[in-house]
């Protein structure tokens, strides 16, 4: 329900965005676009969200609101629980005009309006993770590429129950850590964030059942993630592991099983 977007072009979030509004309208939920003051947010859903087959007239209709980042940071002074307690109301104030729930979007512009400073936005990210947790309010939170890495990699440990990244995807189901895609050498490191915060939680199986494509680096990554784990919590179990990664996995030293155990894909699945 705390889902983040790193889009790697401005294309890609707009038609992300548009696509994860249809689906919360499409469930009667109440949606709070936050934009910063520069962004002509109204202009760009009018123009991506009939693409997803969503009539615009939802922005007048009051379903879709537009919340101008700036006048969310006067109003509670960029910090995060001020910004909880408002989210709170709007929750409240969305079931009561007959809304089944409230969802939220902003991107990395519209969350640094918003708050005071990256130590607030990081604790504001967290709460919105306990929002969806304790009051089923959903969040999609987007950050760019170039987003500086601390943060990215913050924000990448804080959501890693559902991340979409630029052709990769991961998400812990059934307390599974599943991984979809590509990984490379372009993207692998990202995913290095995702796994460790998966492992805090207590997350022990990664399923790539689904990785379509894995060069070196992204076998690196997942081995060095089976390393850093404390010597009393292994090993790691990888399953849905296809032929051609078992044996990379092996050539990288990564089928210790008292590290990793891996369990290979059905080759008729």
Not at 56 to 84: F, K, M, R, W, Y
Not at 122 to 144: F, H, I, Q
Request: hydrophobic share 45%; charged share 20%.
């Amino acid at each position: 329900m705390h889902r983040l977007l790193v889009p790697a072009s401005s294309w890609r979030d707009c038609s992300a965005v548009a696509a994860w509004i249809a689906e919360a309208v499409g469930r009667g939920e109440k949606v709070l676009y936050k934009h910063a003051p520069s962004e002509d947010a109204a202009t760009m859903l009018a123009r991506s969200l009939p693409t997803v087959g969503v009539d615009p007239a939802v922005l007048a209709s009051g379903q879709v609101q537009l919340a101008d980042a700036a006048e969310l940071h006067i109003e509670t002074g960029g910090l995060h629980e001020a910004l909880c307690a408002l989210h709170e109301q709007q929750l409240d104030q969305a079931n009561r005009g007959g809304f089944t729930g409230l969802a939220m979007t902003g991107d990395a512009a519209a969350m640094h309006s918003i708050t005071r400073d990256e130590g607030e936005l990081a604790r504001y990210e967290r709460a919105l993770e306990r929002l969806a947790a304790d009051a089923g309010v959903r969040s999609l939170c987007r950050y760019a590429l170039h987003e500086h890495p601390g943060l990215l990699d913050d924000m990448l440990a804080v959501h890693y129950r559902d991340v979409t990244d630029d052709v990769w995807s991961a998400g812990v189901v059934d307390q599974r850590l599943r991984i979809r895609g590509e990984l490379d050498f372009s993207n692998a490191v990202r995913l290095t964030s995702v796994m460790h915060a998966a492992f805090r939680a207590g997350v022990r199986i990664v399923d790539v059942s689904e990785l379509l494509f894995c060069d070196v680096a992204g076998v690196r990554t997942l081995v060095a993630a089976a390393d850093a784990l404390p010597p009393e919590t292994m090993p790691l179990t990888l399953t849905g592991v296809n032929g051609v990664l078992a044996t990379m996995l092996e050539l990288a030293g990564g089928l210790d099983p008292a590290v990793l155990q891996v369990t290979e894909r059905d080759p008729d699945a």
